[in-house]
């Protein structure tokens, strides 16, 4: 079975870090892009950043720019996003997903269903 577990996420005060990790089984993430995504109560769904399938370019949301880092451990089968100077406004449940055939900046915008996606974490900020 095709499974995608995102862990990492909890309480912290503004400005603290976390590390949220995919662990990927029954697939591997080579020939996906592999994207973060995150709901917050009462919004929709948004893109929050993107590793590509094929060069590893990186992609956030300008939200997300210059304070999460996106990065992936392909012989763990794994893909990481580093929040750092963490908002209020970060506080949703954050998954991961993957998509085949489909560069970062769609599946940032949400432009096409992903194929697999991971069960949420969720990550609470405090001000």
């Known amino acids: 079975d095709v499974q995608l577990q995102a862990s990492g996420g909890g309480l912290v005060q503004a400005g603290e870090s976390l590390r949220l990790s995919c662990a990927g089984s029954?697939?591997?993430?080579?020939?996906?892009?592999i994207g973060w995504l995150r709901q917050a109560p009462g919004k929709e769904r948004e893109g929050v950043s993107c590793i590509s399938r094929n060069d590893n370019s990186t992609y956030y949301a300008d939200s997300v720019k210059g304070r999460f880092t996106i990065s992936r451990d392909s012989a763990a089968n794994a893909v990481y996003l580093q929040m750092n100077n963490l908002k209020p406004e970060d506080t949703a449940v954050y998954y991961c997903?993957?998509?085949?055939?489909?560069?970062?900046?769609?599946?940032?915008?949400?432009?096409?269903?992903?194929?697999?996606w991971g069960k949420g974490t969720q990550v609470t900020v405090s001000s």
């Open positions: 029954g697939f591997t993430f080579d020939g996906y892009a």
């Open positions: 997903a993957v998509r085949s055939g489909t560069a970062c900046p769609r599946v940032l915008a949400l432009q096409y269903p992903m194929d697999y």
